[in-house]
């Protein structure tokens, strides 16, 4: 079965700081994997995709994500954290079933950005 | 061009009762799938609807049903109420069946009381 693991379920930075969301996966074969972001009262929005086209993955607002076959992770980054990115972040993997895709989310972290 | 949009954004009922909860797709869009986020958790996957059928189902009872319209609008009834179906709703929608690049509803919030 497939599912993604968020290794921590807060993380704080001062802002101008970078970010580093962690995301490690299982999948028996090549997945796909995305990174979402829900603020307070708003929808899911999706930051990036990785579908094995290129390991380093760039999404919205600065945020990047780099597939790691090797250690199974797909960790979020991002150079410079502002306080607009106070959020939930979520890892995501896409399960192909007999009706077509469904997604898998992690159980989240939450970000919070310190002057 | 509106996104998606749920209704209503916030529902009280009592156990044992049902619950019906409508989202409309981005425009465009022709599938709609459903997802329960359970406070502190990640969204889980209820079910998927493209062309009027049922198409993928996660694991969830059967007192959870839905319904898409020939208008691609989609609704999500749950029968006999627990305490444990509280949980914010979210609708979802994208294009030909497929999951890979979904746009969200802000979400209906139900209470079980």
């Known amino acids: 079965a497939q599912s993604v693991t968020q290794l921590d379920s807060h993380v704080s930075v001062s802002e101008g700081t970078p970010v580093l969301l962690r995301c490690n996966y299982s999948s028996s074969y090549s997945p796909s994997l995305f990174w979402y972001v829900q603020h307070p009262n708003k929808g899911l929005q999706l930051l990036l995709k990785y579908t094995s086209a290129a390991t380093l993955v760039k999404g919205i607002n600065g945020f990047e994500a780099e597939f790691k076959k090797s250690e199974t992770s797909f960790h979020l980054t991002k150079p410079s954290a502002h306080m607009s990115d106070a959020a939930e972040y979520f890892c995501v993997v896409s399960l192909l079933g007999r009706g077509g895709n469904k997604l898998t989310f992690g159980t989240g972290t939450q970000l919070k950005v310190e002057l | 061009d509106a996104g998606v949009t749920q209704s209503p954004t916030h529902l009280i009922k009592t156990r044992g009762q049902q619950v019906t909860l409508r989202c409309s797709p981005k425009s465009g869009h022709d599938t709609v799938s459903w997802y329960q986020q359970a406070l502190g958790q990640g969204p889980q996957f209820i079910f998927q609807y493209y062309e009027e059928e049922e198409r993928q189902r996660g694991n969830f009872p059967d007192r959870f049903s839905g319904h898409q319209f020939p208008n691609y609008s989609s609704e999500l009834n749950v029968n006999a109420l627990l305490l444990g179906d509280s949980a914010l709703y979210l609708c979802?929608?994208?294009?030909?069946?497929?999951?890979?690049?979904?746009?969200f509803g802000s979400g209906t919030q139900l209470s079980v009381l």
């Open positions: 979802a929608s994208s294009y030909g069946g497929t999951s890979e690049k979904l746009f």
